[in-house]
């Protein structure tokens, strides 16, 4: 499986970006499809995640800003970011797998972000 994500960019406090996320490869390890993300000197932490169904959960640090969605016949999974602020600054990595809730097996190469004035 391939993840190619797109979107990311410098954007100023209380603005908003669009990540996108397309899946490629074998459609039977796409399941559940993630955004992570991992600022400078911290851990990988997950920011949403979206079931095949739609079920979705966020991060408490993200929630009522941030929405993840999926398109399941094109195998993209998106992630609109608004009222961003500083501490949203991060590198933004796709994610996915054969599970259907938590963390897959698969990644994609991360698009960073910039909240910045």
């Known amino acids: 499986v391939q993840l190619q994500a797109s979107g990311g960019g410098l954007v100023q406090p209380g603005g908003s970006l669009r990540l996108s996320c397309a899946a490629s490869?074998?459609?039977?390890?796409?399941?559940?499809m993630n955004w992570y993300r991992q600022a400078p000197g911290k851990q990988r932490e997950l920011v949403a995640g979206?079931?095949?169904?739609?079920?979705?959960n966020y991060a408490d640090s993200v929630k009522g800003r941030f929405t993840i969605s999926r398109d399941n016949a094109k195998r993209t999974v998106f992630l609109q970011m608004n009222s961003l602020k500083p501490e949203d600054t991060a590198v933004y990595y796709c994610n996915t797998g054969r599970v259907r809730v938590g963390q897959g097996r698969y990644w994609g190469q991360g698009t960073q972000v910039t909240v910045s004035s």
């Open positions: 979206i079931t095949t169904g739609g079920s979705t």
């Open positions: 490869g074998d459609i039977f390890s796409i399941n559940v």
